[in-house]
């Protein structure tokens, strides 16, 4: 890397951080590998604790106890290595998801799918390193501004979600749906236009990642020759053997076509990027699925109008249920051709990166 980049109190020796995919996709496993390889491990706080026995009848307790112990097993694998938390804003209890993970010792929080304009008071005065997830100038400059001016605080580093990332997207279906947005590239420059104006006002420095469409070292170095310090990617860490999902779910991103690859409206309202699975094609169709039951997880959705349950269905595809399964996918998944190692992607990139130096 050409300048050193710190996540809190604890240098990032590679321009990496693995972005955090829910339900049951990065977990330990998933974050712990890249965190030894020098990378940011993030870890899903979204329904982490699906498998825990008392899901069911208490979900905010049996999460709680998943993120401690989630967190615990990836510092066995990567003792000294950078490892935090993906916390959703829309999630419900998101105070206290965010209070478990500095009470666990975790290194980081990003935050998106909203704005966390109150995360300061929420980590108080602790070490934990803070990071607002965001679409657009627009976001960043509110969050900068509101933070400086109710906390004196500014983010330790922020992340750029562009309209290629897999997952919930902070676009309008409109604009996707009709190539009308904003390129990652004009995004990174108009962020880092109202960040820099901040940094020099009041002598700090903030650095941006950038995440969505980010595949390859190439694509990495393209964005730190432009400024950023490094990119967040996710998708790609999907066909991994540490990866947390099942076998039978990361299969399911092998030999994908981009034809596969669809836009669909979330039960949040939000438009989200997923494979075209039997689950996906009912609800292109319109068709509403049957919700029996409501896991409390994400604070818009109201199961008596939602077409579907998003904790069911992503619960379902990390099982590795393609008939019942939502599989968020970003634009390049259909790249993904065998499953690996953790370390042979970071290899591949970190070459490729360094290529161009």
Same mark, same amino acid.
């Given at each position: 890397?050409?300048?050193?980049?710190?996540?809190?109190?604890?240098?990032?020796?590679?321009?990496?951080?693995?972005?955090?995919?829910?339900?049951?996709?990065?977990?330990?496993?998933?974050?712990?590998?890249?965190?030894?390889?020098?990378?940011?491990?993030?870890?899903?706080?979204?329904?982490?604790?699906?498998?825990?026995?008392?899901? #069911?009848?208490?979900?905010?307790?049996?999460?709680?106890?998943?993120?401690?112990?989630?967190? !615990?097993?990836?510092?066995?694998?990567?003792?000294?290595?950078?490892?935090?938390?993906?916390?959703? @804003?829309?999630?419900?209890?998101?105070?206290?998801? @965010?209070?478990?993970?500095?009470?666990?010792?975790?290194?980081?929080?990003?935050?998106?799918?909203?704005?966390?304009?109150?995360?300061?008071?929420?980590?108080?005065?602790?070490?934990?390193?803070?990071?607002?997830?965001?679409?657009?100038?627009?976001?960043?400059?509110?969050?900068?501004?509101?933070? #400086?001016?109710?906390?004196h605080r500014y983010p330790d580093f922020i992340v750029?979600?562009?309209?290629?990332?897999?997952?919930?997207?902070?676009?309008?279906?409109?604009?996707?749906?009709?190539n009308r947005e904003q390129t990652l590239e004009e995004?990174?420059?108009?962020? !880092?236009?109202?960040?820099?104006?901040?940094?020099?006002?009041?002598?700090?420095?903030?650095?941006?990642? @950038?995440?969505?469409?980010?595949?390859?070292?190439?694509?990495?170095?393209?964005?730190?020759?432009?400024?950023?310090?490094?990119?967040?990617?996710?998708?790609?860490?999907?066909?991994?053997?540490?990866?947390?999902?099942?076998?039978?779910?990361? #299969?399911?991103?092998?030999?994908?076509?981009?034809?596969?690859?669809?836009?669909?409206?979330?039960?949040?309202?939000?438009?989200?990027?997923?494979?075209?699975?039997?689950?996906?094609?009912?609800l292109l169709r319109g068709e509403k699925e049957k919700?029996?039951?409501?896991?409390?997880?994400?604070?818009?959705?109201?199961?008596?109008?939602?077409?579907?349950?998003?904790?069911?269905?992503?619960?379902?595809?990390?099982?590795?249920?393609? #008939?019942?399964?939502?599989?968020?996918?970003?634009?390049?998944?259909?790249?993904?051709?065998?499953?690996?190692?953790?370390?042979?992607?970071?290899?591949?990139?970190?070459?490729?990166?360094?290529?161009?130096?």
């Amino acid at each position: 890397m050409k300048s050193q980049v710190w996540i809190g109190k604890k240098r990032l020796k590679k321009p990496l951080i693995q972005g955090g995919m829910g339900i049951g996709v990065s977990l330990s496993g998933l974050a712990g590998a890249v965190a030894k390889e020098g990378g940011a491990g993030t870890i899903s706080a979204a329904q982490i604790g699906f498998l825990q026995p008392e899901f #069911e009848q208490n979900p905010v307790l049996a999460n709680l106890k998943a993120m401690e112990e989630e967190l !615990q097993k990836a510092r066995k694998i990567a003792p000294d290595g950078i490892l935090g938390f993906n916390i959703m @804003v829309a999630m419900n209890h998101y105070e206290t998801y @965010v209070r478990k993970a500095v009470e666990t010792g975790a290194d980081f929080i990003v935050s998106g799918a909203g704005l966390p304009l109150e995360l300061p008071a929420m980590v108080s005065d602790t070490d934990i390193a803070i990071a607002p997830i965001v679409s657009g100038a627009r976001a960043a400059a509110l969050i900068l501004k509101y933070w #400086e001016k109710k906390y004196h605080r500014y983010p330790d580093f922020i992340v750029i979600e562009g309209p290629e990332a897999g997952g919930h997207l902070g676009f309008p279906m409109e604009e996707l749906s009709e190539n009308r947005e904003q390129t990652l590239e004009e995004i990174f420059q108009d962020v !880092q236009t109202v960040v820099k104006t901040f940094e020099e006002k009041y002598n700090v420095k903030i650095p941006v990642f @950038v995440a969505g469409g980010v595949y390859t070292g190439y694509d990495v170095k393209k964005f730190t020759d432009m400024g950023a310090a490094g990119a967040q990617i996710a998708t790609r860490f999907i066909a991994t053997h540490e990866c947390d999902a099942s076998l039978a779910y990361k #299969e399911r991103y092998l030999n994908v076509k981009p034809e596969d690859i669809v836009l669909i409206k979330s039960t949040v309202g939000m438009p989200g990027r997923a494979l075209r699975s039997p689950f996906v094609e009912r609800l292109l169709r319109g068709e509403k699925e049957k919700i029996t039951r409501c896991l409390v997880c994400l604070r818009p959705c109201d199961p008596k109008v939602a077409a579907f349950c998003i904790t069911t269905a992503l619960t379902e595809a990390a099982k590795g249920n393609w #008939e019942d399964g939502l599989f968020f996918c970003g634009s390049n998944g259909y790249r993904m051709k065998e499953i690996v190692h953790v370390k042979d992607i970071i290899d591949e990139i970190m070459t490729e990166y360094q290529s161009g130096e």
